[in-house]
């Protein structure tokens, strides 16, 4: 019988940034230590970070506390990464790519996070509202012939 | 992170290794500044050793390339990491500034080979 190893992960912060950079050290810790190719590792730690980034910048409409919840599971052919917050309706697959075109000085310094997220995973992230939660998933492929990487 | 500057066949050498994340990247934006107020030198980013970039840190990159640019100065960036280059190029790095493998084209972008 195959043998299917899988690992999961499971936190919820506080819209903080530095709760958030304890996370996401944690985040790239818990991929080295399962094995996680060097690739697939680099986007899941930029995935969560951009993304958790952006909800605790942009999502809330109040100054209060909010929790954010996170969950990657691994199962050997993906990291699936489920991000949820109560903040603001948003689907970052609707924010508008930035412009490459312009000139380095008319360049708007914001949006590239999402944009180089979505281009790493090709699309494959959903987005679902429900009960005022805003509910974002993100596939990986975990491609097994790479070597993980080395310390 | 850590960021080492020197200055060699007259450019200003600016390494930075380690992450650039959104905990690292005001630390880089402070010796940035430090080094565009420093010279008047043109500079090589050498990315060489650096093992991760965010939006933080390309953030940080775009302001200092904004600020070389309204002194005149001319940047060329060493980088051969695959997901480095992946990124950088995805966020249209590569329109605004030379990336090359190596110091030493990074030095011929910048006409002192």
Redesign the interface.
Request: no cysteine.
């Given at each position: 019988m195959q043998q299917t190893m899988r690992s999961a992960f499971r936190r919820t912060i506080r819209n903080d940034a530095a709760e958030l950079q304890t996370l996401c050290e944690d985040v790239c810790t818990f991929v080295e230590e399962i094995s996680v190719p060097c690739k697939p590792a680099y986007v899941v730690c930029l995935a969560v970070e951009e993304m958790m980034t952006n909800v605790i910048k942009y999502s809330y409409d109040d100054a209060g506390v909010h929790d954010i919840h996170l969950d990657i599971t691994c199962d050997g052919q993906h990291a699936t990464i489920r991000l949820q917050d109560d903040g603001h309706e948003f689907n970052p697959l609707l924010a508008p790519p930035p412009n490459k075109d312009l000139p380095v000085e008319e360049r708007p310094v914001g949006g590239l996070g999402i944009y180089l997220v979505r281009k790493m995973v090709n699309d494959d992230m959903t987005y679902q509202r429900e009960d005022g939660w805003n509910i974002l998933t993100i596939r990986i492929p975990l491609q097994d012939d790479e070597e993980p990487c080395g310390p | 992170m850590e960021v080492l500057q020197s200055t060699e066949d007259s450019i200003q050498q600016i390494a930075v290794s380690g992450k650039l994340?959104?905990?690292s990247s005001p630390a880089l934006e402070e010796e940035l500044n430090k080094a565009v107020a420093a010279s008047e030198l043109p500079a090589i980013l050498n990315f060489s050793e650096l093992a991760?970039i965010?939006?933080?840190g390309?953030?940080v990159i775009?302001?200092y390339?904004?600020k070389m640019?309204?002194a005149g100065r001319k940047v060329a960036m060493v980088a051969n990491d695959?997901?480095l280059l992946?990124?950088l190029k995805?966020?249209?790095f590569n329109?605004?500034l030379p990336i090359v493998p190596t110091s030493e084209e990074a030095k011929g972008k910048l006409g002192a080979a």
């Open positions: - | 994340d959104g905990l991760y965010s939006s933080a390309l953030r775009l302001d390339l904004k640019k309204g695959e997901m992946y990124v995805r966020a249209g329109l605004l």
